[in-house]
Nanobody, 125 residues
Framework: QVLLVESGGGSVQAGGSLRLSCAAS????????IGWFRQRPGEEREGVAV???????GYADSVKGRFTISKDNAKNTLGLQMNSLKPEDTAMYYC???????????????????WGQGTQVTVSS
């Protein structure tokens, strides 16, 4: 069974930085998509950044140039470096894994069937 455990959330002032981590275990397939999603109260869960098995990445327009996704295949960990944080980045952040479609990874939550419990990020102005 796939298990995803996030860490690294917290509170920071606008303009600050945080780094999220996700430890993944229990998966056996070599090709997969893994990424970060976030959800604000009362809103839909949205894709933030995803990375495929070859290291190809995709970002939401709202975080391009500020967030960087990375992974360590040897340690089965996923990271999200978040710089220049804004109050609108405040949300619960989730790590997710899925098979993608036609060897491509998408930012849509519907392509992901394994989810972590989430870690809260709060950015104050």
């Amino acid at each position: 069974q796939v298990l995803l455990v996030e860490s690294g959330g917290g509170s920071v002032q606008a303009g600050g930085s945080l780094r999220l981590s996700c430890a993944a275990s229990g998966f056996t397939y070599s090709r997969h998509c893994i990424g970060w999603f976030r959800q604000r109260p009362g809103e839909e869960r949205e894709g933030v950044a995803v990375i495929d098995s070859d290291g190809g990445t995709g970002y939401a327009d709202s975080v391009k140039g500020r967030f960087t996704i990375s992974k360590d295949n040897a340690k089965n960990t996923l990271g999200l470096q978040m710089n220049s944080l804004k109050p609108e980045d405040t949300a619960m952040y989730y790590c997710a894994m899925g098979a993608g479609l036609d060897n491509r990874c998408y930012l849509s939550k519907y392509f992901y069937n394994y989810w972590g419990q989430g870690t809260q990020v709060t950015v104050s102005s």
